[in-house]
């Protein structure tokens, strides 16, 4: 039987996931974990979600709650996520809208919509590793985009496609308060970016997860935004926008979206239609009623929550790691990147760490396509409260001041 | 910008479902629809969902409800599956069990898993359309499998496949009830398509979406079950069963699940880590609530109603059919299939159906991997209360009359 020997050649570059390993440490009641990316549970809209599933399957819309639903989503979800995305400057309607089960499952459409073995794609080192997941399934080569500082030359990265046998099909980027780095691009630097992708004719995959997590500094607009004033409108753009509720309703749900000109949406709706139909419609209801009711309540009170966590995390730090430790100062969103001197392995440092500070983090080499940044790490605060915080970090940085000296 | 080139590149093979744009038709009054596949809604079980979705929100499990949750899926549920497969006769445990969002997903993550471009599925003319839609994203050949009344030699499928640059991957069918034509394999027809896929060295994929729904006749063994009575075991065996809670308890949830052997399992895992970390965990809680507690009584209700339904359908069709119409004798599922003479086209038939008749159905020709059975036709029962058969089948049977004398 092939079955284990075909799927090691489709998706040989797939990796396990670290992240995954990691998680499974968080059910050992003494170790700090800075590690799992995930919103703080205590934090979610209970109640809220309570009320709205009721009023979901009351008798007037249960029958459209348990039923099949159109492969693009649940329409007033989409109206009300076009008056969302109007408000970011991408003036559009519901057809520029598909729903996604979660902005991981956009990212896995648009691999398998644009990559064919061999062809590019551009992201960060690091980047968000649920991304190179995604588009690993479709065998892709990467190339390094650095937004700031400069890039490549087009004709560089074109030339290099080539060699590979396919060109360059998408930049993907994390512009706002990324995973796993906590840093933000500018308008300048995204600019650029659409400048890069209008050189090498390709798309511009926008990956809006953490944007309306800021807690300071002003909003700067989404690469859509920026798109759609260059191009005189979203019909004209090569950037798709994929949002999530993930992290400020809840993930459990999976419900996403994809921003995007409308022969994309169209080409997205054929993709999921074949392959899970639609995202349940349940689900797309039960979000809209929230959303609706307490969506920017929601983000005001995890902004608050969140930014005194990162406050009290990058205070601990500045009073605990040696010297030769830095660390990004996110403005939004939930990380902190720790860069350690070189040579230092932050992957075997976590094994230490686990056995000897009882702290977790993640190590930051798994983020990176060409397995380089072996000597960074990932914290992330928002599950990190008051005693993880006051407890960890001293600990961690004891251990780096042993693993330094 | 080269979006629509390259995606039409990559699924040129991917057809607009003519079951979408039939669907729109039932925005019409007056329409009499036997297109739909979809389950009567006035059959879901509305007040279990609601009271399920109540507890799944309390306080002690609400946290677990919102959050992610692992990629196989809300173990309890898994639990509850592997004991139901062994009641068919699958003896298994929850490592044995993959939650996906709804049968369709698991189609999709095994035509990735399985094939490459040219690679070779077998699969029945006709069947079901999903699964093309499905396949068709990675690019397959197709051959004609024929379970009942003979299969090529092993031989003549491998040197077909070869001689296409793939090799024969999988099997595909619905055993029981299939979509479209109602029809069902008996034990000797299953145990050959074992055979045939030992000496092929490849897998067969069981679409058991319909199982439950039997109205007459006996349980033929799941193809999975039998597979484990030959090889001693679940984790010798080649065949993957993918089981649905669309049809028995509401599909707007996206609830299945794969049922196979580990190493299988495990694959799946990453592939679904990839592509949208997890189904809904609300759901699969929800799910599981009203699964425990009125399954079978659920089953025992749509097996009254929809079996009436057949009936009355069965009835109509022969008081009014002219002849030279035949059509499938279903013991169970939601489709009766009919054959009109070679040379009609059930198509064209359709516009003049919707138009003079206001009857509707699904034309046989999309079920069909190489366009042919272009004269049949499929009629869904599910949704085809008492007033529907006794006013659309004699016009529908009138039509055929003026059509065929």
């Known amino acids: 039987m092939d079955m284990t020997e075909l799927f ?47 009023r979901v399957l009351s008798p007037g819309t249960s029958n459209q709650a348990l039923q099949y639903q159109v492969s693009e989503g649940y329409r007033p979800l989409r109206q009300w996520l076009a008056a969302e995305m109007g408000k970011l400057g991408v003036a559009c309607d519901e057809s520029n809208i598909f729903i996604t089960s979660g902005s991981q499952q956009g990212l896995d459409y648009l691999g398998k919509l644009f990559l064919s073995p061999g062809d590019t794609a ?21 190339d390094r985009l650095t937004p700031v500082g400069g890039n490549t030359t087009p004709d560089a990265y074109r030339a290099a496609a080539a060699v590979n046998g396919g060109r360059v099909k998408f930049t993907y980027l994390v512009p706002d308060f990324a995973n796993p780095t906590g840093k ?9 970016v659409l400048d890069l992708a209008r050189d090498l004719d390709c798309a511009v995959i926008e990956d809006a997860a953490y944007r309306a997590l800021r807690y300071e500094g002003r909003d700067v607009p989404p ?68 959303a609706e009711r307490s969506y920017d309540t929601q983000v005001e009170r995890l902004k608050t929550a969140y930014g005194a966590r ?52 993640v190590p930051g080499g798994a983020f990176h396509a060409d397995g380089s940044g072996t000597n960074t790490m990932r914290l992330s605060f928002t599950l990190a409260d008051e005693r993880a915080v006051r407890d960890g970090i001293p600990r961690l940085g004891a251990l780096l001041e042993r693993t330094l000296g």
């Open 8 to 54: 090691a050649t489709r998706s040989s570059r797939m990796r396990a996931s670290e992240i995954r390993e990691l998680l499974k440490l968080l059910d050992q009641p003494d170790i700090v974990s800075f590690a799992g990316g995930i919103p703080d549970p205590a934090l979610f809209p209970h109640e809220a979600f309570r009320e709205a599933y009721g």
């Open 122 to 142: 551009l992201v960060t080192w690091p980047t968000y590793l649920g991304a190179l997941q995604a588009f690993n399934a479709y065998e892709p080569r990467y």
């Open 184 to 192: 933000t691009l500018d308008e300048a630097a995204r600019l650029g």
């Open 223 to 290: 690469i859509l935004a920026l798109d759609c004033q260059r191009s005189g409108g979203i019909e004209a753009t090569r950037t798709i926008y994929c949002g999530s509720f993930s992290k400020i309703l809840a993930p459990g749900l999976r419900v996403g979206w994809i921003c995007a000109a409308k022969p994309l949406v169209e080409k997205l709706v054929l993709a999921k239609q074949a392959s899970d139909l639609h995202s349940p419609s349940i689900n797309q209801m039960a979000i809209l009623d929230v």
């Open 310 to 361: 990162r406050d009290a995390l990058l205070a601990a730090l500045e009073a605990h790691m040696p010297a030769g430790v830095t660390w990004s100062r996110p403005e939004g969103g939930m990380f902190v990147w720790v860069t350690l001197p070189d040579g230092v392995d932050a992957a075997a440092l976590l094994a230490r760490s686990v056995s000897e500070a009882r702290v977790a983090f």
